[in-house]
């Protein structure tokens, strides 16, 4: 069943703690974005990479890192720098690293920091 | 600097009446749009798209539009159904500034459809 996994769902991590956040997929997709939803904001886009060992910054990269050892995964690490980290997190991928084609979505996780 | 804005934060329709979500941007250099759909605690689902050498594209139940002039677009979904009830996003991306495979989000409208 090809598809964007995202794991956990709901995730919980005391204040001053990393994280990380899973994103594997098997569409055989190219690049791969996280994005950030909070509230009555839209989709603030983190960091993105369009081939396997490159990766650039967002709009909002500050207290996040990502690696792209692998074409299937894009692991998002969530540092203690980040000052708000508690939000809805998306990964999603695109089959050709163009600008005029739609971006597929996981399911997401919701990170909890207290 | 919201450089995709949605300004109704949200709308109420009645069932198989026509529902329209307005987007408007900024940034001239917006050449593909995008529609999404978006159900809680789920991902965003792609709707319906349109590159900025047309004004309008049509699926099914949904057209958007596009007035470049205006910095513009609009999403219309006719009839509209209980099951369309979820937030909307409108979102753009430019060719040829470096980031090309980067897409701008608005902040959503959520549509309620009642029967």
């Known amino acids: 069943d090809g598809g964007i996994t995202q794991s956990p769902k709901y995730l919980f991590r005391k204040e001053g703690q990393n994280v990380t956040l899973s994103c594997e997929q098997n569409l055989n997709h190219d690049a791969m974005y996280w994005y950030r939803q909070d509230p009555g904001q839209g989709l603030r886009l983190i960091y993105y990479s369009q081939i396997v060992n490159d990766f650039q910054k967002g709009d909002i990269a500050e207290g996040y890192s990502v690696s792209r050892e692998k074409k299937e995964s894009f692991p998002l690490t969530v540092t203690s720098a980040q000052k708000n980290p508690t939000a809805f997190y998306l990964c999603?991928?695109?089959?050709?690293?163009?600008?005029?084609?739609?971006?597929?979505f996981g399911n997401g996780t919701r990170l909890t920091v207290t | 600097d919201q450089q995709v804005k949605q300004n109704s934060p949200s709308l109420s329709v009645q069932e198989g009446r026509i529902s329209i979500l307005n987007c408007d941007y900024t940034n001239s250099m917006f050449d593909y749009f995008l529609w999404y759909k978006k159900y809680p605690a789920e991902g965003p689902t792609f709707l319906i798209s349109i590159s900025s050498i047309k004004d309008k594209n049509e699926d099914g139940r949904f057209t958007v539009f596009l007035n470049k002039s205006a910095k513009h677009l609009s999403l219309h979904i006719v009839p509209s159904q209980p099951g369309d009830s979820a937030v909307y996003f409108c979102?753009?991306?430019?060719?040829?500034?470096?980031?090309?495979?980067?897409?701008?989000f608005g902040t959503g409208t959520r549509l309620q459809v009642t029967l």
């Open positions: 979102a753009a991306s430019a060719r040829g500034t470096g980031t090309a495979s980067k897409l701008t």
């Open positions: 999603a991928t695109r089959g050709l690293a163009s600008y005029n084609s739609p971006l597929h």
